[in-house]
């Protein structure tokens, strides 16, 4: 008899999502059939796609159904295992969701898949070497696709999406441009991560200040950007993209809330023939493979040492989940339940 | 002694061009050198794109000089020539300029190229079987690239692009439906264009009332777009593109005058994870053969019948140009010289 905790979805927001919006659920979870697999976890992801799937609209995924556990990527540990592929310690990265166990059936294809500890701690494989890394991944190589001495962007740039994006494009020879809120951020993604130079936007009122800043950082202009926030970002970093850069769209999170943010100078993908590509990257599963060699590799040699932000205990997860909508989190959002 | 007439850019337009920006020049040929070719225009082209380069500001393309021909497209027949390649009475398709006659170093790669008249009216080499008709066939098969059945859009259909567009598409087995200004233009899309639908966007005064006429005519959504315009056209289509559609950027006549169009739903292009290109054919020089085999073809076996509004004279060409920018135009636009 195993207790299990969840939050599930109680009500969808009408603007800003809020605590009030989850719904604590305590239960007692069912023996094991056959071929299935019991998951003690030891960390729950948060990402601002999460926040998309809690309104009811069109988008690329369905919507977070009422009364059922949050979605979410999960880390841990099999605790009883009735499947012959999967034995009790064994570490697995899943979509357990916000919720101390799961049940996954273990010859799902893809529903969780081992992972190795011994050079990189189970919690980067819901960071630098899982979804967030990889998403950073398909950006740089197969949108933007940049040649070394190119200069690239991204907004963001100290959470999870892009600091892997910096790791990797540097490995490619790029200039790499990091823009972030606030000094300690900003000095963290240039001292730490190792850009060459990261752009407060609080500084800036508006996108043509912030564009001036971005000249400064780009002289030679910006030929790839990996867009995580949208909005005044997006215009600033349009207004100082070269003939033929790409522009790998990843988040609007800036929109989620309901608020429409209009793109201020769209007759620049004319002038600067600039291709601006939206993408998934769940829908590129044959990409992971590569990705997660190469992150791995750069996290396991220590060239690249992401940041986690940990909140504890799963009562903790609706305000941290708010916080990282806001901005507050420092690296990778995680929520630590063990 | 050749007497030649032409128009300059005398200033740059404040806000809207206006006739005042021309100024008329009379002028007496030199004689010509070695390898030149005295070229009389038969007939000029006014295209949108003029209108971006009379600012003074960062474009893809260098303004046009002040007190220097207008440029543009032109056709005509050699008049006497020192040039080895060209022989008097060879039609010939160039970069003439607003003015009777030009000389040009018959030597000098891409200047001015011989064509056939007799399948293909000299008129349609500056329209369908030229730079417009290499747009639409750029735009198509190199952005939109669509398969049997796809629906396709295109703004601005009757005109010198759309139309070719929408012949092209035709022939590749796709769904395509126009978007044009009036009931007259629409009714010309669709029965002499073959178009399956046209939708008048004169009748719909926003975005969200557009995309309700599209979503009719697109039931299964929308694969591909061409965008001659941009604004609220624009983002009407967004609305109803399917995941995964490709929309190539080749015009944003509604905001040359300096007018600032945002794009109202950027999002979209991570939701339905689009791919939105901006391009000038002119970089593509590559891809001009096989296109204006293509285009000779469709015209000469009479599949595509393109439509021409013809301007009387040279000095009709400021007041045909200014109506081609308010979209009075039906179909390609010239300027008969001759």
Request: net charge neutral.
């Amino acid at each position: 008899m195993t207790l299990n905790r969840k939050f599930v979805l109680d009500n969808r927001p009408k603007t800003a999502a809020s605590a009030d919006n989850f719904r604590m659920i305590e239960e007692t979870l069912p023996a094991l059939q056959d071929g299935q697999v019991l998951i003690r976890h030891h960390y729950l992801s948060l990402d601002p796609y999460m926040r998309g799937r809690m309104n009811d609209t069109k988008s690329y995924a369905q919507p977070q159904a009422l009364g059922q556990v949050m979605i979410g990527g999960t880390v841990g540990e099999v605790v009883e295992s009735r499947c012959d592929k999967f034995r009790v310690g064994d570490h697995v990265v899943g979509m357990g969701g916000w919720q101390l166990y799961s049940i996954v059936d273990g010859h799902l294809p893809g529903a969780i898949r081992k992972v190795d500890t011994r050079q990189v701690p189970i919690s980067h494989y819901l960071g630098a070497v899982g979804m967030p890394g990889v998403t950073a991944y398909y950006g740089l190589v197969h949108i933007i696709s940049p040649k070394a001495g190119d200069t690239v962007t991204v907004s963001a740039a100290s959470g999870a999406v892009g600091s892997a994006f910096g790791a990797l494009a540097k490995a490619r020879g790029c200039r790499v441009v990091g823009i972030a809120g606030g000094q300690e951020k900003c000095d963290y993604v240039v001292n730490t991560l190792g850009f060459d130079a990261c752009i407060d936007y609080k500084q800036h009122a508006d996108a043509v200040s912030l564009s001036r800043a971005l000249h400064a950082a780009c002289p030679n202009g910006i030929d790839g950007h990996f867009e995580n926030v949208g909005g005044k970002v997006l215009d600033a970093v349009m207004l100082r993209t070269n003939a033929f850069a790409r522009i790998a769209v990843c988040g609007m999170i800036a929109g989620y809330d309901g608020v429409p943010l209009p793109m201020a100078y769209p007759a620049l993908i004319l002038v600067n023939r600039l291709k601006v590509e939206g993408f998934i990257v769940s829908e590129h599963m044959d990409v992971w493979p590569a990705a997660l060699q190469e992150l791995g590799q750069l996290v396991g040699s220590g060239q690249f040492r992401p940041r986690e932000t940990v909140a504890e205990g799963l009562d903790s997860a609706p305000e941290a989940f708010l916080g990282l909508l806001k901005g507050r989190n420092f690296g990778k959002q995680l929520v630590k339940l063990i």
